[in-house]
């Protein structure tokens, strides 16, 4: 493990000794990358969980504007074991923990209504990543998933690479897995993000002004599960083509959005070619003037408004109460091994699976 970016003084206000600590014969450890324009991000190799990005407003002034904890114990010990971590071997859920992958049925963990949901209990959030940092702005985790772990086929071997662009305030999350087994990989960063700066209590999200996209959208049905239709946003509260904010159609009595809690859904997002870096989503918080684009070479973007938030705390007695985040989770649909056809999330021995993602920030005035 190597750190080449000290960690004191940082705008974050975390102590690296609060997240050394040795787990499972591995250590964890604090991590800043720095740009030139001044944005802060700082991690830990535990899930490779974002634990703050620091960016102004329009006033030049910085808060943490993604939901995180200040020691590597609550981070592990979080109320929300997602919170702001990588998630895999599958992002999201898959019915009944159970697919069929070339007539060998694979059963998963449990642990979401019927469903295993985000890699299972342990799955890469709750891995001690190995890490290097580079440089000032970019640190490289790298994970070895081993055959059958959580369910999974195949060993996998992982790297997810964080970088600041220096120009523009941005982090540029790339994915990269091979494996020496036919297996399924869907990987995404779960961010919760609040535009507004985190606080006690972190505000809602609810008057923040978003944007996606996509013209189709992956309705569920009662736990959570793709009903296998593609449908139109066009005259449903799932209409983001146009800026609508998050709270204006939240609590309408739509099927979709009482399956869900709120909005828990994959969009469909429009693609002129496969695996093209284009613009998913965007999202506005109109008092601090903050904003960030959403960027992913992936078809679907899951938007989640933090329904199941339940007030716990976070870092420096931030607290977190429902729909204080707003999550926008680049990935495959849901379900995808059980829905023939829902574009492949399938890997080969000899295939690369490769993915990037930008959350990029600026400000209105």
Not at 101 to 110: C, K, Q, W
Not at 290 to 301: D, F, N
Not at 333 to 354: R, V
Request: glycine share 8%.
């Amino acid at each position: 493990m190597t750190n080449t970016t000290p960690t004191e003084s940082n705008l974050s206000r975390l102590d690296r000794r609060d997240f050394q600590k040795e787990i499972n014969n591995k250590m964890t450890d604090l991590f800043i990358l720095k740009n030139k324009k001044g944005m802060e991000v700082a991690v830990t190799n535990y899930g490779c969980a974002i634990l703050s990005i620091m960016v102004p407003d329009k006033n030049g002034q910085y808060a943490n504007v993604i939901l995180g904890h200040d020691s590597i114990d609550n981070v592990v010990n979080s109320p929300e074991p997602f919170l702001s971590t990588v998630i895999g071997r599958y992002g999201n859920r898959i019915a009944n923990g159970k697919f069929t992958l070339y007539g060998e049925e694979h059963s998963l963990a449990i642990n979401n209504g019927p469903n295993s949901l985000h890699g299972g209990p342990t799955g890469f959030h709750a891995r001690v990543w190995d890490a290097v940092q580079p440089s000032e702005d970019t640190v490289i985790f790298s994970y070895t998933s081993p055959d059958n772990e959580e369910g999974f086929p195949g060993t996998l071997e992982v790297d997810v690479t964080y970088r600041l662009e220096e120009e523009v305030n941005a982090l540029v999350i790339e994915y990269r897995a091979t494996t020496d087994k036919a297996t399924i990989v869907n990987l995404t960063n779960h961010g919760f993000f609040n535009l507004a700066g985190i606080a006690n209590p972190t505000p809602t999200v609810l008057n923040h002004i978003i944007t996606i996209n996509a013209d189709h959208y992956v309705p569920i049905n009662e736990v959570s599960i793709p009903t296998g239709e593609i449908l139109k946003v066009e005259g449903t509260p799932m209409d983001f083509r146009t800026p609508h904010t998050i709270g204006e159609r939240i609590e309408e009595k739509d099927q979709q959005l009482v399956n869900g809690s709120g909005y828990d859904h994959c969009y469909v997002l429009n693609k002129t070619e496969n695996g093209e870096l284009s613009l998913a989503a965007t999202y506005a918080d109109p008092e601090s003037g903050r904003t960030m684009e959403v960027y992913t070479t992936e078809l679907g973007v899951q938007l989640y408004t933090g329904n199941w938030l339940n007030g716990f705390s976070g870092a420096h007695g931030a607290t977190f109460p429902a729909r204080s985040a707003v999550c926008f989770e680049a990935q495959c649909f849901p379900d995808t091994p059980n829905k023939a056809h829902f574009p492949s999330a399938i890997l080969l021995p000899g295939d690369e699976y490769q993915q990037i993602t930008v959350y990029k920030f600026d400000v209105n005035e």
